[in-house]
């Protein structure tokens, strides 16, 4: 069979047009190129970062058969990654008349900005949500927001208005829901399984067709830079102005989006977004899912991937202390050959992980607590939403018939030069009962098994008194107080 030859351009739909880049840089953002080569304005640059979304726009893709339009950070998004997409920006909201979208006229009504830096980027989250939910709660209008910050209203206006746009119009009559159709037909026609290669040396790119197709160029390509949510590599370029090429773009891998639960264990592929997994944990082990609402803002929960997460390595990394805790496995593949290791093994010092040239994060296993356990993790931050975590803890416990601990798992973020496992504090616990005193016995091991540095986010000191402080948290959890602790049940 003669090989497929690679194709040389990026194809997407922008807006209501068909596009197709054949010189695009590895390190170009989707908000750079919409400002200086397409002149679209709306969509602003704030941070840089993804934490304001001034940049916030709209980017469909095909999931499953169906089209899901998620709210992204285009400031740190690359055009590289957009490959049979359509992304969505605050100037295809305009009617054929000229008037105000729906959404729109509600923030003008209900005087919901002012300076109007950041009011496109609200815009578009709230129309991501409309679009979801007609007559969203209030609850639901505060998660959509946690990626938009404004200076100078304050939320109570924009939360108005929010909940008014149905008044406006109707979700089902708005005009990006009424071309679906001919959206997913375009976009199935764009998504045809090839290779694109684009560029050369410091200017290549690479958007793999399938995922033995990206094992095989990362084999040959150890040195490559795996781009797949860019909620971290978006930042090496947009504030340290790293080289991350050659570039290889693997968000539109659908073999790297499974997510299932089987044998008391839900596994995870490396592609799946906080987004994704979220219904899924929050039911099964409900403390990951208010944990993930923590987790950056909604376009960074859309954007960022569970095994980008644990690959990155960094000490601070939210889902690796529950997970270790929890007892999860991790598969690496190279080539065409997988392993498969405990997920606290994969963790070998700061910045260095058990990972072979060319190999990679395929999926991560996670064990259900068992009937009776009880499984909480706790994140303390300096703000509480879409803030990085000063320090995490997370405890797996089981307590025997006679009260005593049958087994405990303790693992903390923020602790160490990686995700670690308290050996010591376990070792004093497991075997005696489960009461105040014997925690209390427990606390001096922290010492043993921490020594936490002090940075921006806090205090050597701070950290080691918080951790000891979340393992008395838990304890009063789990006698008798009323807390947000998961009970493991038999599935």
């Given at each position: 069979m003669a090989k497929v030859k690679p194709r040389t351009e990026i194809r997407f739909i922008l807006n209501g047009e068909d596009v197709a880049l054949s010189d695009v840089a590895p390190d170009e953002t989707l908000l750079d190129w919409l400002r200086l080569e397409r002149r679209l304005r709306g969509s602003k640059e704030g941070c840089a970062e993804g934490d304001c979304g001034a940049c916030t726009v709209l980017v469909g893709r095909l999931s499953g058969g169906k089209l899901v339009y998620e709210s992204v950070n285009a400031c740190i998004r690359f055009v590289g990654s957009l490959d049979a997409t359509h992304v969505v920006t605050i100037e295809h909201l305009k009617g054929k008349d000229g008037n105000l979208h729906p959404v729109q006229q509600a923030m003008v009504d209900f005087h919901g900005s002012q300076c109007g830096f950041c009011t496109p980027g609200f815009v578009m989250s709230l129309y991501g949500l409309w679009m979801k939910s007609a007559t969203p709660s209030d609850a639901e209008i505060e998660k959509s927001l946690q990626g938009n910050l404004c200076r100078c209203t304050g939320y109570e206006a924009i939360v108005r208005a929010a909940k008014a746009i149905s008044t406006y119009g109707k979700a089902a009559k708005d005009p990006l829901l009424a071309e679906r159709k001919a959206i997913i037909a375009r976009l199935s026609a764009l998504k045809d399984g090839r290779r694109v290669e684009i560029g050369e040396d410091k200017q290549r790119l690479v958007v793999p067709g399938s995922l033995d197709d990206f094992a095989k160029l990362y084999k040959d390509e150890p040195k490559a830079t795996i781009v797949a949510g860019s909620t971290d590599v978006g930042l090496w370029v947009t504030k340290h102005m790293r080289d991350i090429a050659p570039a290889v773009f693997i968000a539109g891998l659908d073999e790297l989006k499974a997510i299932?639960?089987?044998?008391?264990?839900?596994?995870?592929?490396?592609?799946?977004?906080?987004?994704?997994?979220?219904?899924?944990?929050?039911?099964?082990?409900?403390?990951?899912?208010?944990?993930?609402?923590?987790?950056?803002?909604?376009?960074?929960?859309?954007?960022?991937?569970?095994?980008?997460?644990?690959?990155?390595?960094?000490?601070?990394?939210?889902?690796?202390?529950?997970?270790?805790?929890?007892?999860?496995?991790?598969?690496?593949?190279?080539?065409?050959?997988?392993?498969?290791?405990?997920?606290?093994?994969?963790?070998?010092?700061?910045?260095?992980?058990?990972?072979?040239?060319?190999?990679?994060?395929?999926?991560?296993?996670?064990?259900?607590?068992?009937?009776?356990?009880?499984?909480?993790?706790?994140?303390?931050?300096?703000?509480?939403?879409?803030?990085?975590?000063?320090?995490?803890?997370?405890?797996?416990?089981?307590?025997?018939?006679?009260?005593?601990?049958?087994?405990?798992?303790?693992?903390?973020?923020?602790?160490?030069?990686?995700?670690?496992?308290?050996?010591?504090?376990?070792?004093?616990?497991?075997?005696?009962?489960?009461?105040?005193?014997?925690?209390?016995?427990?606390?001096?091991?922290?010492?043993?098994?921490?020594?936490?540095?002090?940075?921006?986010?806090?205090?050597?000191?701070?950290?080691?008194?918080?951790?000891?402080?979340?393992?008395?948290?838990?304890?009063?959890?789990?006698?008798?107080?009323?807390?947000?602790?998961?009970?493991?049940?038999?599935?």
């Amino acid at each position: 069979m003669a090989k497929v030859k690679p194709r040389t351009e990026i194809r997407f739909i922008l807006n209501g047009e068909d596009v197709a880049l054949s010189d695009v840089a590895p390190d170009e953002t989707l908000l750079d190129w919409l400002r200086l080569e397409r002149r679209l304005r709306g969509s602003k640059e704030g941070c840089a970062e993804g934490d304001c979304g001034a940049c916030t726009v709209l980017v469909g893709r095909l999931s499953g058969g169906k089209l899901v339009y998620e709210s992204v950070n285009a400031c740190i998004r690359f055009v590289g990654s957009l490959d049979a997409t359509h992304v969505v920006t605050i100037e295809h909201l305009k009617g054929k008349d000229g008037n105000l979208h729906p959404v729109q006229q509600a923030m003008v009504d209900f005087h919901g900005s002012q300076c109007g830096f950041c009011t496109p980027g609200f815009v578009m989250s709230l129309y991501g949500l409309w679009m979801k939910s007609a007559t969203p709660s209030d609850a639901e209008i505060e998660k959509s927001l946690q990626g938009n910050l404004c200076r100078c209203t304050g939320y109570e206006a924009i939360v108005r208005a929010a909940k008014a746009i149905s008044t406006y119009g109707k979700a089902a009559k708005d005009p990006l829901l009424a071309e679906r159709k001919a959206i997913i037909a375009r976009l199935s026609a764009l998504k045809d399984g090839r290779r694109v290669e684009i560029g050369e040396d410091k200017q290549r790119l690479v958007v793999p067709g399938s995922l033995d197709d990206f094992a095989k160029l990362y084999k040959d390509e150890p040195k490559a830079t795996i781009v797949a949510g860019s909620t971290d590599v978006g930042l090496w370029v947009t504030k340290h102005m790293r080289d991350i090429a050659p570039a290889v773009f693997i968000a539109g891998l659908d073999e790297l989006k499974a997510i299932s639960e089987t044998d008391g264990a839900i596994t995870i592929g490396a592609g799946v977004t906080y987004t994704e997994a979220f219904a899924l944990l929050a039911r099964r082990i409900p403390t990951m899912g208010t944990l993930l609402n923590r987790l950056g803002g909604e376009q960074v929960r859309n954007m960022g991937t569970i095994g980008g997460n644990i690959a990155n390595g960094s000490p601070i990394g939210d889902t690796p202390p529950p997970l270790i805790a929890l007892g999860a496995r991790l598969t690496l593949r190279r080539g065409a050959k997988s392993r498969t290791i405990p997920l606290e093994d994969f963790f070998v010092a700061y910045g260095k992980q058990d990972r072979q040239p060319g190999e990679f994060v395929e999926s991560v296993t996670v064990p259900l607590p068992a009937r009776g356990e009880k499984f909480a993790v706790h994140k303390v931050s300096k703000r509480r939403d879409e803030d990085i975590t000063s320090t995490l803890g997370a405890f797996r416990l089981a307590v025997a018939r006679d009260g005593t601990v049958a087994a405990i798992r303790v693992a903390f973020g923020g602790m160490a030069a990686t995700p670690k496992r308290a050996f010591a504090v376990e070792a004093a616990l497991i075997g005696k009962p489960w009461t105040e005193e014997t925690v209390e016995a427990a606390i001096a091991a922290f010492d043993t098994d921490f020594t936490p540095l002090t940075d921006m986010r806090a205090t050597a000191e701070y950290r080691m008194l918080a951790a000891k402080n979340l393992l008395r948290r838990f304890f009063i959890e789990t006698s008798g107080t009323k807390a947000p602790v998961q009970v493991g049940r038999a599935a």
